[in-house]
């Protein structure tokens, strides 16, 4: 459950912009969550489902299996988060380029601020876009599969009207499949989004939260009906046919 105070991740490789904005936004009643690199900011936006974020074009981040550390382009932070949330996303870069603002864009950006910025400029973009998402959300907050409905704005779920007792993974989880239900999901897709490019090869961990999800919302989870396995490539989120009417002769 969120409290009534916004939160918002900052995602920056720059300490000192991190620290501007930090001071702003907590000045301004905001929460702050920061990040430095890729991998760690699509951990925290899966984490704490911050309800906006401003994101830098240009992170460094360490490629999965140890590697050496490269130069990610944050927008490869964006398509895996459009992959499943609406989250909205203000771009930075120093980079004003209208080329490079379209593209920003088009993968998923809600807005772009070019660096240096102007503080007071910035923040109104962000209240604008956070004014937007409530009006959204008010028009479709809820994700339906089945008995399953999850409510965006309370952060919750149910099964045939019963509350579901989630963790904020298995919710996370949750919402993952029912926005992309129907579509085969590999485990390195699921894994990427939901815990970032340090576990794209963590299928034992991925396959832990299954089992306990199962058990929360499947009539029998040895048999499911919801989350559905393809062996050696993911899982598929399906929607249930309904039940026969057997009360009609």
């Not at 900052?10 to 890729?38: G, H, W, Y």
């Not at 959204?136 to 579901?164: F, M, W, Y």
């Not at 897709?189 to 961990?205: E, F, P, S």
């Not at 199962?214 to 989350?227: L, S, V």
Request: hydrophobic share 40%; net charge negative.
């Amino acid at each position: 459950m969120r409290t009534s105070k916004p939160s918002v991740l900052v995602v920056d490789p720059d300490p000192q912009v991190r620290k501007m904005l930090a001071v702003t936004l907590s000045a301004s009643q905001f929460k702050v969550i920061e990040a430095e690199t890729a991998p760690e900011a699509l951990r925290l936006a899966g984490l704490y489902q911050p309800d906006a974020m401003i994101l830098e074009t240009a992170l460094t981040g360490e490629a999965a299996g140890g590697k050496q550390a490269r130069s990610v382009n944050g927008l490869e932070v964006i398509r895996a988060i459009r992959q499943w949330s609406r989250l909205p996303v203000l771009a930075l870069s120093e980079s004003d380029k209208p080329d490079h603002i379209v593209e920003c864009l088009r993968q998923g950006a809600n807005d772009f601020v070019s660096k240096p910025f102007n503080m007071e400029i910035l923040m109104a973009r962000l209240e604008v876009m956070l004014r937007d998402r409530c009006v959204q959300e008010a028009g479709n907050s809820e994700l339906h599969c089945g008995d399953i409905v999850v409510n965006l704005t309370r952060h919750d779920a149910s099964l045939a009207g019963k509350p579901l007792e989630l963790s904020p993974r298995e919710y996370e989880l949750l919402s993952y499949f029912i926005r992309n239900k129907g579509k085969l999901l590999t485990h390195r897709q699921i894994l990427k989004t939901l815990w970032g490019d340090a576990h794209t090869h963590d299928r034992q961990y991925l396959r832990v939260y299954i089992m306990q999800l199962r058990h929360k919302i499947e009539p029998d989870p040895q048999q499911p009906h919801y989350i559905i396995t393809e062996a050696g490539v993911g899982y598929r989120m399906d929607e249930p046919e309904p039940l026969p009417d057997l009360s009609v002769a």
